[in-house]
């Protein structure tokens, strides 16, 4: 087929942009923030993951398209989209999400703070107790941590890091007949250096008041440049091409190149120019001439930028203003057991994270690495905990004499130096460590221990769709499974078989693995169903991921629903697939749930005639998972596990709280039951755990 052929068959089915859909995701955050039934501070931190997520995509996805539209002509036209035209349309989304979020902040967030006595003060609100304290912790804190660079004639080329908050400052003196002329400079704002990007005054009685660095400096500017008395003082901030350009040779240090790229991240040329569209045109000039920042990169903001740092915001020990705490919950049976290799001998078990603890892992590994009779310890690494247990863990079994082989994912994107760290630890301490494998990212989430017992060497594993990282698996919702059954661990030695020997003749009888036999796998289930609905059996697909963006896996949803399938869809972020078109994809219906907890989960159901088929994963259904990453669905075997998935699923389809449609509207189902997906898990996993004297009087006090 030509490529003129392959575009036209690509536009008889109908796909939502990747980009336009992110955006759409980014949108559900922004609507917490908006929501006055979620807690006041809590809204606060929306704000913040929603400048997050936006510094990231100007990062990576927009530096990425900047970079198509520098191709050549002839180059551009064989691009299945048009990079400019797709550009056009993500600045219009995003000017209008940023104009909604100064509302959601100046008319909503600022309001409600104030109606429980805290107030974020401009430097136009202080009163004279407040300036003169204003002043002295100018003088004494920050003073000494400014560097201000004149911005003369000479344009001279002046670096502005990566996510970090310039003022730009126009001054003069306008009284004086013998006045200096007008001046120029730029300061950096020292959030890191300070700590935080908010300066917390006295608490006057009950009255809670703090500041922006930002205006600290801007009313303390005559106190920094006393050969002025005027001043107008705007901030800028730049976001720089993140996307790292490796060529992962067989030889070569790969560990190398990643620092080099790393180091590259910090001079990549600027993706976004936020300004606050206040700026006199002069001082943008002149701001612009000393960076090389052309007009191209410009993008209008507000007054203040990089909101991602309201993740500092002072909580001001106001516990009414945040979640209710959900206490981590044990795990009914291995919170009894001694030994986590002894019980996993017996059976299976899986625990559902953030609701359960993590500590669980971390004691897996950890007897592993003490164990006498444990022989190896395998796992793979991509995103860890800046002070990572597991890590320190498998160090310590290296240490101990174990065979340790560790996978660690230097492209895991803003986490490459910490992998890089780790990386250099684990071999320092003995073990084998892999740089993934050429033109694959290693995505998958596995561990093996292998025990001498009695003589015969036994597999342990422990398969999941989180990562190893103690600290994001406390907000992080997500599934693993411990295991000893003997057809998951024959399958996931081959996985780290393949990390070594990188051959790809692999078989696996019971896991899909890609890029191998993943696509292949979840096509072939699916086509199952399609055959059941024509038999006129029950047919039925329910899939819960981030994302949802492959074509060839979209179309083979589309081909199901016509054929009769019923295809429910939780996806929490990307969605290309356009549910409810006549003839098409009218058996579709897609939820998307963004809530206090990050869904990460990936379920994929197949009812298969009643003999359902229910496996759970690190993959998305994205090209890049299917095709470019090593990543790992594994089945349940067993039933009480897979009930407990099944009662999951189950509850995050009934949410009509907190669930939205792909368009962002809200889910309103005829007979309301006001489910709450992640509450209701919760007391679910609950219910599960034996109560203790305490905890049933709290389960009572809550009921009452």
Same mark, same amino acid.
């Given at each position: 087929?030509?490529?003129?052929?392959?575009?036209?068959?690509?536009?008889?089915?109908?796909? !939502?942009?990747?980009?336009?859909?992110?955006?759409?995701?980014?949108?559900?955050?922004?609507?917490?923030?908006?929501? #006055?039934?979620?807690?006041?501070?809590?809204?606060?931190?929306?704000?913040?993951?929603?400048?997050?997520?936006?510094?990231?995509?100007?990062?990576?996805?927009?530096?990425?398209?900047?970079?198509?539209?520098?191709?050549?002509?002839?180059?551009?036209?064989?691009?299945?989209?048009?990079?400019?035209?797709?550009?056009?349309?993500?600045?219009?989304?995003?000017?209008?999400?940023?104009?909604?979020?100064?509302?959601?902040?100046? $008319?909503?967030?600022?309001? $409600?703070? %104030?109606? =429980?006595?805290?107030?974020?003060?401009?430097?136009? $609100?202080?009163?004279?107790?407040?300036?003169?304290?204003?002043?002295?912790?100018?003088?004494?804190? @920050?003073?000494?941590?400014?560097?201000?660079?004149?911005? $003369?004639?000479?344009?001279?080329?002046?670096?502005?890091?990566?996510?970090?908050?310039?003022?730009?400052?126009?001054?003069?003196?306008?009284?004086?007949?013998? /006045?200096?002329?007008?001046?120029?400079?730029?300061?950096? !704002?020292?959030?890191?250096?300070?700590?935080?990007?908010?300066?917390?005054?006295?608490?006057?009685?009950?009255?809670?008041?703090?500041?922006?660095?930002?205006?600290? !400096?801007?009313?303390?500017?005559?106190?920094?440049?006393?050969?002025?008395?005027?001043?107008?003082?705007?901030?800028?901030?730049?976001?720089?091409d993140a996307e790292l350009d490796i060529?992962?040779?067989?030889?070569?240090?790969?560990?190398?190149?990643?620092?080099?790229?790393?180091?590259?991240?910090?001079?990549?040329?600027?993706?976004?120019?936020?300004?606050?569209?206040?700026?006199?045109?002069?001082?943008?000039? %002149?701001?612009?001439?000393?960076?090389?920042?052309?007009?191209?990169?410009?993008?209008?903001?507000?007054?203040?930028?990089?909101?991602?740092?309201?993740?500092?915001?002072?909580?001001?020990?106001?516990?009414?203003?945040?979640y209710k705490p959900q206490p981590t919950?044990?795990?009914?049976?291995?919170?009894?057991?001694?030994?986590?290799?002894?019980?996993?001998?017996?059976?299976?078990?899986?625990?559902?994270?953030?609701?359960?603890?993590?500590?669980?892992?971390?004691?897996?590994?950890?007897?592993?690495?003490?164990?006498?009779?444990?022989?190896?310890?395998?796992?793979?690494?991509?995103?860890?905990?800046?002070?990572?247990?597991?890590?320190?863990?498998?160090?310590?079994?290296?240490?101990?004499?174990?065979?340790?082989?560790?996978?660690?994912? *230097?492209?895991?994107?803003?986490?490459?130096?910490?992998?890089?760290?780790?990386?250099?630890?684990?071999?320092?301490?003995?073990?084998?460590?892999?740089?993934?494998?050429?033109?694959?990212?290693?995505?998958?989430?596995?561990? @093996?221990?292998?025990?001498?017992?009695?003589? #015969?060497?036994?597999?342990?594993?422990?398969?999941s769709t989180g990562n190893y990282n103690?600290?994001?698996?406390?907000?992080?919702?997500? =599934?693993?499974?411990?295991?000893?059954?003997?057809?998951?661990?024959?399958?996931?030695?081959?996985?780290?078989?393949?990390?070594?020997?990188?051959?790809?003749?692999?078989?696996?009888?019971?896991? @899909?693995?890609?890029?191998?036999?993943?696509?292949?796998?979840?096509?072939? *289930?699916?086509?199952?169903?399609?055959?059941?609905?024509?038999?006129?059996?029950?047919?039925?697909?329910?899939?819960?991921?981030?994302?949802?963006?492959?074509?060839?896996?979209?179309?083979?949803?589309?081909?199901?629903?016509?054929?009769?399938?019923?295809?429910?869809?939780?996806?929490?972020?990307? /969605? /290309?697939?356009?549910?409810?078109?006549?003839?098409?994809?009218?058996?579709?219906?897609?939820?998307?749930?963004?809530? %206090?907890?990050?869904?990460?989960?990936?379920?994929?159901?197949?009812?298969?005639?009643?003999?359902?088929?229910?496996?759970?994963?690190?993959?998305?259904?994205?090209?890049?998972?299917?095709?470019?990453?090593?990543?790992?669905?594994?089945? !349940?075997?067993?039933?009480?596990?897979?009930?407990?998935?099944?009662?999951?699923?189950?509850?995050?389809?009934?949410?009509?709280?907190?669930?939205?449609?792909?368009?962002?509207?809200?889910?309103?189902?005829?007979?309301?039951?006001?489910? %709450?997906?992640?509450?209701?898990?919760?007391?679910?996993?609950?219910?599960?755990?034996?109560?203790?004297?305490?905890?049933?009087?709290?389960?009572?006090?809550?009921?009452?």
């Open positions: 087929m030509d490529k003129e052929k392959e575009k036209e068959a690509k536009t008889a089915y109908p796909f !939502i942009n990747r980009e336009l859909s992110w955006l759409a995701f980014n949108y559900r955050v922004l609507q917490e923030a908006k929501d #006055k039934s979620v807690p006041l501070l809590e809204r606060v931190k929306f704000m913040a993951i929603f400048s997050s997520n936006l510094d990231e995509y100007f990062k990576v996805r927009v530096a990425t398209l900047k970079r198509l539209i520098k191709l050549k002509k002839k180059t551009r036209k064989k691009l299945e989209e048009d990079p400019t035209e797709t550009l056009d349309q993500i600045m219009a989304e995003v000017h209008r999400q940023q104009q909604e979020l100064g509302e959601v902040f100046r $008319d909503g967030i600022l309001a $409600d703070l %104030r109606e =429980h006595d805290i107030h974020l003060l401009t430097e136009h $609100d202080l009163n004279p107790g407040q300036e003169a304290w204003v002043q002295e912790y100018f003088d004494k804190t @920050l003073e000494p941590l400014l560097l201000p660079i004149i911005l $003369d004639e000479t344009e001279t080329h002046l670096f502005l890091k990566d996510q970090t908050v310039y003022l730009g400052v126009k001054m003069w003196e306008p009284t004086a007949a013998d /006045c200096m002329p007008e001046r120029f400079a730029m300061l950096e !704002i020292p959030t890191k250096k300070h700590g935080t990007r908010f300066v917390k005054l006295p608490t006057v009685g009950d009255q809670r008041y703090v500041m922006f660095m930002d205006d600290v !400096i801007r009313f303390c500017l005559p106190r920094l440049f006393p050969n002025y008395s005027t001043f107008d003082a705007h901030a800028v901030k730049v976001s720089r060529e992962e040779e067989v030889s070569g240090n790969l560990m190398a190149k990643i620092r080099n790229s790393l180091k590259k991240r910090e001079t990549g040329y600027p993706a976004r120019l936020l300004y606050d569209p206040e700026t006199p045109q002069d001082l943008l000039d %002149r701001m612009m001439a000393h960076t090389g920042i052309t007009e191209e990169a410009l993008v209008e903001g507000s007054k203040y930028h990089n909101f991602r740092d309201f993740f500092q915001f002072p909580d001001f020990n106001l516990p009414d203003l945040k919950l044990v795990h009914p049976q291995l919170e009894q057991e001694p030994k986590m290799l002894a019980a996993m001998k017996e059976r299976d078990y899986m625990v559902h994270y953030p609701y359960q603890s993590f500590d669980y892992v971390l004691r897996l590994f950890e007897e592993a690495a003490v164990d006498p009779k444990v022989t190896a310890v395998s796992a793979t690494l991509y995103r860890v905990a800046n002070k990572s247990k597991v890590a320190k863990a498998l160090a310590k079994a290296a240490k101990n004499g174990k065979l340790v082989t560790v996978v660690v994912e *230097l492209k895991a994107r803003f986490d490459e130096e910490s992998n890089i760290y780790w990386a250099g630890k684990l071999q320092k301490a003995g073990a084998n460590v892999i740089f993934g494998i050429q033109d694959l990212k290693v995505h998958s989430k596995l561990g @093996l221990i292998t025990r001498n017992e009695r003589g #015969k060497l036994v597999n342990y594993a422990y398969l103690e600290e994001t698996s406390k907000v992080y919702a997500d =599934h693993a499974l411990f295991t000893s059954d003997k057809r998951l661990t024959k399958d996931v030695e081959q996985v780290f078989n393949f990390f070594i020997d990188k051959q790809t003749d692999k078989e696996f009888e019971h896991l @899909l693995m890609a890029p191998l036999n993943m696509r292949q796998g979840f096509a072939k *289930l699916v086509d199952q169903e399609i055959k059941n609905a024509k038999k006129g059996l029950p047919a039925r697909v329910t899939l819960k991921m981030n994302a949802l963006q492959d074509e060839r896996m979209i179309k083979k949803l589309y081909a199901a629903s016509q054929a009769g399938v019923k295809v429910q869809l939780l996806v929490r972020g990307i /969605c /290309c697939l356009v549910p409810g078109v006549e003839g098409l994809s009218e058996n579709i219906q897609v939820r998307s749930i963004v809530d %206090r907890y990050l869904e990460h989960a990936r379920v994929y159901i197949f009812h298969n005639n009643g003999e359902e088929k229910l496996y759970i994963a690190s993959a998305d259904w994205m090209t890049r998972n299917l095709n470019r990453r090593v990543e790992v669905a594994f089945p !349940i075997y067993q039933e009480d596990l897979a009930q407990q998935i099944r009662t999951i699923i189950d509850l995050q389809l009934a949410d009509d709280t907190k669930t939205r449609s792909v368009d962002n509207s809200y889910i309103k189902p005829h007979a309301p039951t006001h489910v %709450r997906a992640q509450y209701a898990i919760y007391n679910y996993l609950r219910e599960l755990v034996p109560p203790t004297p305490e905890t049933a009087c709290e389960r009572s006090e809550e009921e009452q």
